[in-house]
């Protein structure tokens, strides 16, 4: 695979990273280390300053929407009532299970016949994260995900890469680690004035496709609507054999759960708009952190949300994950109900360990609506939750470091149970640190 | 291909519908007529009526957008100026075109390589109507497409149907009749009340499904959020061979060109909520033609939108099509310039006839802006524009007639020319019957 240059709009960006990335310390860099490292100098030197566009200094991107990201979802017991009537069973395709839950629950035992065209993994419908269609063709299934949602950050660069690792993640928290196809969805604000329009899209254009070429894969398709709010989304696609798939249904006993990204965007990216939109929020905010602090948080925020998960889902291979999810829209405890609800065996997941980018769990306590501490705050582009075997869990967490530059962590265990969720009491918060040296850290400076 | 049943709101409608195409003069319908007939009954007797759902009077889900439609693209000029970096070679695949237009224009002589895969047809990006993306699996081929938009009509239902009916014409129009997969696109509004979002949006999801079954596919996803405007779209993928896959090249000098739908949806829908929201245009309007002339065409438009092209793509084989595009949002001429530019040979399209949903062609003198004479005026879910051989294009259209039971029309001849569309100085309009008794015709009663 080459590698296409990844920074148009400032080509000596690549020269100074090739450079650092030479002088790192020996270790055997990825491309997909590369881009971390990219993401990291981006977002410590070349944020998107509107006035250098001959924009308005006023122009934020995140003003042309009221919902942030994956914090646009329709709740999810709201969700779960618009698309009951498709649980029906499927009139013509007895293999294939149209629950088109979009994301939200699926109870276990709906999903247990096997195919009608002779495949070894049944059909699923979209209960997790893709769906999983066994197609005519023997031996081989389409997996597919869609997702899109508004924008939570004010660099559209980085926006757009931000959107296309959060519509691949579905597919690497199936293990599926090459996408095939990406589709891209679009709508170009009608509050826009044209040079905005002319200025933000392509730029939104190009941070999707530069990460699509770190993924491996390319942009081949898409639909470009107006709307009153911008929405920017995918479509990832692969067509894979079963060795390629883990299916998110074999947690046993025993087992741990690692999280590899920290959570907290959606309060990191809240806080940091608070500071200049809303003076009594910031005022709030101001009392409890410096705001210093909270560009911190956003900037390691938007760090976490533009690396792909897709050395987490190679990994998974390796370390032989029995299930995975990636965390987004409903929250760690939604995503982990989803999939506990999903497994083979009666087991609990009980959840210890809350990494959370530093601050923000403080900040959330003053603003107990985001539910960051119950496990409730959506998370944009957010990590894998990775059921892996106790013996294998340090193992896959170093090797993700080897490769990513970045943490991971072991936030609870697999006991027997009758597939809940189980808070524990004793809840323990991690403050992932945000600081600039962190990021220096993660690109090897 | 079992059939499920369609009108879970009105089971009787069943046994009707079965009823009457026993008697409707010993044809062999497919089941495809059968839907038909099923949507012709539909619209005559069993509109959405907000009141018989505890709803107020007023209720138009048409009111919950400001752009109806494919009416809401962001126009071609626009489009290609935002997406024209996508339109850089491939960095790391060299097979795959990543023109990234959108279904905006493409010229011929990008698309001409061969696939690294070994595969027999070349990779095609989205300068047309559907993406082919050669995959790892040898002789394979992804073709997808996704399309969204807003409400055009206000049965919830019908518009389920209808914004299923226009994702799945996008593959259709390469000739690919059996659809793998659909993820559903949906946003319900801000201003629903709960109320009205709980009504609405099963009903849209139900028409998506239900047409979904009637294309013989079903719906294994999608993403549902909150947004100013009801938004409903999808994506629709397969994966085939070869000789599934009509590539949209071939034209000859000596072809005809066929249309499968009549023109004037999009004057249709807007003349109909004009008479009930806009004196002043509904005014003007009534000058010209009835109150029920309009509300006629606005059922026929209906009719035509939640008819499934799949016929039209199956007959494509049968009678030997050399290239086809779906007319949509673009307009007829913006279309057929897509499709004209894409031809190995070199080759004029030239239009002589328009068929037109009654009096829309008057209406739209009053209203010249929606371009509609010109070939402008966006369609939504509109017919193929197929190229075909000229000995053939009569049995096509028979064809067509008998399985649909809808017409279809010669409407221009490709001659030689430098991949132009030629607007002939005297163009006839054909004006498409659409009063109720043109219906009845429809579902053979």
Redo the contacts between chains.
């Keep these: 695979?080459?590698?296409?240059?990844l920074f148009?709009t400032d080509p000596e960006l690549s020269h100074t990273c090739a450079y650092l990335s030479e002088s790192s310390g020996g270790l055997t860099l990825t491309p997909d280390r590369m881009n971390s490292d990219h993401n990291a100098v981006y977002i410590k030197t070349n944020l998107f300053d509107p006035i250098k566009y001959g924009l308005d200094a006023s122009f934020r991107l995140t003003n042309f929407t009221?919902?942030k990201g994956c914090g646009?979802?329709?709740p999810r017991d709201?969700?779960l009532?618009?698309?009951?009537?498709?649980n029906e069973a499927?009139?013509?395709?007895g293999n294939?299970?149209?629950n088109?839950q979009?994301?939200g629950a699926k109870q276990r035992g709906t999903n247990g016949e096997k195919s009608a065209y002779d495949s070894s993994l049944s059909?699923i419908?979209?209960g997790l994260d893709?769906?999983l269609?066994p197609?005519?063709?023997k031996g081989?299934y389409?997996v597919?995900?869609?997702?899109?949602?508004?924008p939570l950050v004010d660099d559209p660069y980085l926006m757009g890469k931000i959107t296309c690792a959060n519509v691949l993640s579905d597919i690497y928290a199936m293990g599926v680690t090459?996408c095939?196809?990406l589709?891209?969805?679009?709508a170009?604000s009608?509050k826009f004035t044209p040079k905005e329009?002319?200025i933000i899209?392509?730029l939104i254009?190009?941070g999707f496709?530069d990460c699509a070429?770190e993924a491996?894969?390319?942009?081949?398709?898409?639909?470009?609507?107006?709307?009153?709010?911008v929405?920017i989304?995918g479509?990832a696609?692969a067509?894979v054999r079963s060795e390629d798939v883990i299916m998110p249904e074999d947690a046993e006993i025993g087992d741990v759960l690692v999280l590899t990204k920290p959570l907290g965007t959606q309060i990191a990216v809240n806080a940091h708009q608070w500071l200049t939109t809303n003076p009594e929020r910031a005022e709030k905010v101001r009392a409890i952190v410096p705001d210093e602090s909270i560009r911190q948080a956003y900037r390691r925020a938007m760090y976490s949300m533009t690396r792909l998960n897709r050395n987490a889902a190679r990994l998974m291979h390796q370390f032989s994950a029995h299930a995975a999810t990636d965390v987004t829209g409903f929250g760690l405890f939604g995503h982990a109900e989803n999939l506990v609800r999903n497994q083979h065996n009666s087991v609990n997941f009980v959840i210890h360990n809350l990494p959370i980018i530093a601050n923000m769990a403080v900040v959330s306590r003053t603003f107990p609506g985001f539910g960051l501490l119950q496990g409730n705050s959506a998370e944009s582009s957010g990590g894998l939750l990775v059921c892996l075997p106790r013996d294998r869990a340090a193992g896959y967490i170093e090797e993700l470091r080897r490769l990513d530059g970045t943490p991971a962590w072991i936030i609870g265990t697999v006991e027997e149970g009758d597939r809940r969720v189980v808070w524990s009491e004793k809840m323990r918060v991690i403050e992932v640190p945000s600081g600039d040296e962190d990021l220096t850290a993660f690109c090897g400076i």
Aim: proline share 5%; with cysteine.
């Design positions: 695979m080459l590698r296409s240059p148009h009221e919902l646009c979802k329709v709201q969700l009532k618009l698309l009951e009537n498709l499927p009139a013509d395709r294939s299970h149209q088109g979009h994301n059909a419908g979209v893709s769906c269609i197609l005519r063709h081989l389409l597919q995900t869609t997702d899109f949602f508004y090459d095939d196809n589709l891209m969805i679009l170009t009608q329009r002319d899209m392509p254009i190009q496709k070429a491996g894969t390319s942009v081949n398709g898409g639909q470009t609507v107006i709307n009153p709010w929405t989304g479509t696609s067509v």
